[in-house]
């Protein structure tokens, strides 16, 4: 039986850096013969060289594509009032989202850790976020609205960053943590926006997990990642495939930096002043989709409760099981445009655990039990209903 252990909070794979970072195993490997050609390297060795870069500075052009395999909100955005997320907003919070799906163009920009510019790029349309110093600026071209918030200040406190000191401690931490889940190897080499790289492959050795392969791009001069690719065991297009076309690595100009909301825009402040002031802060599910999901409302204030959720398994495979105390939210009565979204992502299953509703993707799966239950991660549909049939 899986081990089952508490968490304070669980944070299921999603962030597919932390995934790289967090669940390293080592195979020791040397590079293949490949084009270009670069001397020979372990994974060890490359592990250090990318704990060693120090790039403060770069510029150039970004592309990014994400396919999670979820269907196209077609009809229900509009079936339901305001799912189409209505006027445009400038707030991040709410813009980047945009990114978890299609595919995307950016330019980006950084001197040091306190300035960096990304822009967003939709035909003619611009949406641009400049961090410089103590500002954070954001500006969406389309609806000529900018948003801003003062004391971003990147800069965390010493005691918040108890990192090893030297590349090879850096490397060894990262090798303490990895178990026997993982397998790195570096495989070949490759040409990423006119710079020589390193393919660096990290694949689970674990059976269940919805993860095929990792695979970084490393510049061999270096050592900053270019190119970042997520694929999943389904096969079809990787789940993420980002990477620069263009890059730079010499000091941006200062007025990239510079930002002064343009005349006749709508500027609005950061949305902790805001809440503060009891004004109404956007975000959050759309105006009536509460009342269209019956019990929607009810099961997310118990959602979690009990101190966080269980974690079983380990490594790659690990599920967080949450018992929410309240039956699953009926859906029954929901518009057919609710219905038709949640049955084309949703499977129904039973076991000796009862019935419930497994909610796909191509990387995270989320099992609820008609009973209120909630089994998530990284895994296949098969490994969530094993678990819940464990009763663990």
């Known amino acids: 039986m899986a081990e089952t252990r508490k968490a304070s909070r669980f944070v299921v794979p999603v ?3 932390g ?10 490997a040397l590079a293949a013969s490949g084009d270009p050609d670069l001397p020979k390297i372990t994974a060890r060795q490359l592990i250090e060289k990318i704990a060693a870069s120090d790039t403060q500075t770069l510029s150039g052009t970004f592309k990014i594509s994400t396919d999670l395999g979820l269907p196209a909100l077609g009809g229900l955005a509009s079936g339901l009032g305001g799912l189409d997320g209505g006027s445009a907003s400038a707030d991040p919070s ?9 595919s995307h163009t950016l330019r980006v920009a950084a001197d040091g850790p306190e300035r960096q510019r990304l822009t967003l790029l939709d035909g003619s349309d611009e949406y641009s976020l400049i961090h410089n110093g103590d500002d954070v600026w ?23 960053r108890e990192l090893p000191g030297t590349p090879k401690q850096l490397a060894d931490e990262v090798l303490k943590a990895a178990g026997d889940t993982t397998s790195i190897t570096v495989d070949g080499t490759a040409k990423v ?3 020589d790289a390193y393919q660096l492959v990290i694949k689970p050795k674990q059976s269940g997990s919805t993860v095929e392969s990792v695979k970084i791009a490393v510049d061999a001069a270096n050592g900053t990642p270019l190119k970042f690719t997520l694929s999943s065991v389904e096969g079809g297009k990787p789940v993420v495939d980002a990477g620069f076309t263009k890059v730079d690595f010499g000091k941006p100009a200062a007025s990239e930096f510079a930002f ?3 005349k006749g825009a709508k500027v609005t402040e950061d949305a902790a002043e805001r809440a503060e002031k009891g004004e109404k802060v956007p975000g959050g599910l759309p105006e009536g989709f509460e009342e269209a999901v019956p019990g929607l409302g009810d099961f997310g204030k118990d959602f979690g409760e009990g101190g966080g959720p269980d974690l079983i398994g380990e490594g790659w495979t690990t599920i967080a099981k949450i018992d929410t105390g309240a039956p699953a939210p009926k859906t029954d009565e929901a518009p057919k445009e609710v219905q038709g979204f949640l049955d084309s992502f949703g499977d129904k299953v039973t076991g000796k655990f009862g019935s419930g509703t497994v909610f796909k993707t191509k990387l995270v799966n989320a099992l609820l039990t008609d009973d209120g239950k909630v089994y998530v991660g990284a895994v296949t549909k098969d490994a969530l209903v094993d678990a819940a049939n464990a009763g663990e």
Do not use: C, M, W
């Not at 954001?138 to 918040?160: M, R, V």
């Open 15 to 17: 962030a597919v850096a």
């Open 193 to 195: 926006a006119g710079r």
């Open 138 to 160: 954001a500006y969406d071209s389309k609806s000529n609205e900018a948003f801003h918030e003062k004391g971003a200040s990147s800069g965390a406190p010493e005691k918040d």
């Open 19 to 28: 995934v790289a970072a967090a669940t390293i195993g080592l195979v020791p």
């Open 260 to 262: 002064t909301a343009p």
């Open 94 to 102: 709410q813009k980047l989202t945009e990114l978890v799906s299609g």
